[in-house]
T-cell receptor, first 112, second 114 residues
Framework: EDQVTQSPEALRLQEGESSSLNCSYT??????LFWYRQDPGKGPEFLFT???AGEEKEKERLKATLTKKESFLHITAPKPEDSATYLC?????????????FGTGTRLQVTL | NAGVTQTPKFQVLKTGQSMTLQCAQD?????MYWYRQDPGMGLRLIYY???????DKGEVPNGYNVSRLNKREFSLRLESAAPSQTSVYFC?????????????FGPGTRLTVT
């Protein structure tokens, strides 16, 4: 059974304090790994897609990396506006369709 | 571009009532999806439509039906609502289901069944 586990469940950082969020996965036939940001009361917002081990993607203060078993979302010098829940999802091929399996997310709070 | 839109934003139903959640996308995407999000459970796929004219069950389809009305619109129907269907429902779309293509999400419908 495909599994995606995110840690920690919640993280509180001070502004400027860098850290990493973890997404570990157990799947067969990984096609891609996705990171999303979700603000309270809103839908998930797409951030990155990673396709293969060793790949890295960056956007402003965020950098996503991928290994064969896990992905990290590194947040450098975060600001209060980075506060959100960050979701990880994997896409695998099952027969004729690709489906997303989501983790339960990491709730990030950045304070002044 | 509005992206993915959903109506209504909020709904309260009594047990046994029925309703249809509407979703539309203006990105010319082929594939559309319905998810529910519950605390501690993550997003779970209810139904999806790989392309216009096709629909298929996801992880948690019981109690729901869907209609792919055309390429733009994909509706989710609750025939006889139950308290266990209290959740936040999200519609999403992607250019194809063959992947890996990112999915774009709507703002959600918050449903309470009493």
């Amino acid at each position: 059974e495909d599994q995606v586990t995110q840690s920690p469940e919640a993280l509180r950082l001070q502004e400027g304090e860098s850290s990493s969020l973890n997404c570990s996965y157990t799947v067969s036939g990984l096609r891609g790994l996705f990171w999303y940001r979700q603000d309270p009361g809103k839908g998930p917002e797409f951030l990155f897609t990673l396709y293969s081990a060793g790949e890295e993607k960056e956007k402003e203060r965020l950098k996503a990396t991928l290994t064969k078993k896990e992905s990290f979302l590194h947040i450098t010098a975060p600001k209060p506006e980075d506060s959100a829940t960050y979701l990880c999802a994997v896409q695998v091929n099952t027969g004729t369709a690709s489906k997303l399996t989501f983790g339960t997310g990491t709730r990030l709070q950045v304070t002044l | 571009n509005a992206g993915v839109t959903q109506t209504p934003k909020f709904q309260v139903l009594k047990t046994g009532q029925s309703m249809t959640l509407q979703c539309a996308q203006d990105m010319n995407h082929n594939s559309m999806y319905w998810y529910r999000q519950d605390p501690g459970m993550g997003l779970r796929l209810i139904y999806y439509s790989a392309s216009e004219g096709t629909t298929d069950k996801g992880e948690v389809p019981n109690g729901y039906n869907v209609s792919r009305l055309n390429k733009r619109e994909f509706s989710l129907r609750l025939e006889s609502a139950a308290p266990s269907q209290t959740s936040v429902y999200f519609c999403a779309s992607s250019s194809s289901d063959r992947g890996p293509y990112e999915q774009y999400f709507g703002p959600g419908t918050r449903l309470t069944v009493t």
